[in-house]
């Protein structure tokens, strides 16, 4: 049994980009580990929930205290944002303790290199010689995607990282190309289990107010979700 760390960017992420492939691992009985490294709290959704903009979703103003969970500020978001965090990891297989937001969680959109690192060397102190998944620097990746491959190329160039495996969001598999023009490009599927992934991604969709469910995935990426719903599969490729 191999154990994998899975670094996640956002939430939504790890199903989006790394579903099929967590199943896969799941599904031979390896080890994953999930682990979120942002918190979420720029996010621009939280203007739309507040009625401060309109919602890219349904196109119109919501009345927080109308829709039943009164104004969002930073923090609820956080708590929210982790929770559809959470009930993906959940609805694709992943055990409650595997699931892990990482010390000091770096503000969404203001990461570095130097943090990333941070977090890749303290989740290997405690999982040595575990394989490695982030997210590709190829591609002009959003930068907190970009810096979490940046760095794991780093320690794996130094021999810190022995099994490195960079994710390419489906969104993203032109520009990576197009950059890298040798790139060997491998797909995961999950031959027995896409409904678990399409689950996960589900979670994201949930609109239920009065159970602190917002739906704030779907309204940030509507069209990335039911595209990965659609055909949940995961692009990578090596080093």
Known sequence: MAINLFFVPHQDDEALTFGAGIRNHLDVGDECHVILYTDGRSSSVRKQLNGEAKSALTRRFYD?????YGYLG????????NDEFRRSCLALGVPE???????????????????????LREYLRRYPDARVKAFTDLGGNH???ANMGRAAR???????????????????????RRESRRLELLVERSRDHAHRVVASLREYKRWDPASGQLAIGYHSVKRSIDAAIAKPVSYYHKP
């Not at 930073?74 to 944002?81: H, I, N, P, Q």
């Not at 160039?157 to 994710?167: C, F, H, T």
Request: net charge negative; aromatic share 4%.
């Open 64 to 68: 927080p205290s109308a829709e039943g």
């Open 74 to 81: 930073e923090a609820d978001m956080v708590r929210l944002r």
């Open 97 to 119: 303790t595997h699931i892990h937001f990482a010390d000091g969680q770096m503000r969404d959109g203001s990461t570095t290199v130097e943090g990333c690192e941070a977090v």
């Open 143 to 145: 930068g907190d995607h």
């Open 154 to 176: 780093r320690l794996a160039r130094s021999g810190a990282i022995a099994d490195l495996r960079l994710y390419v969001e489906p969104y993203n598999l032109r520009n990576a």
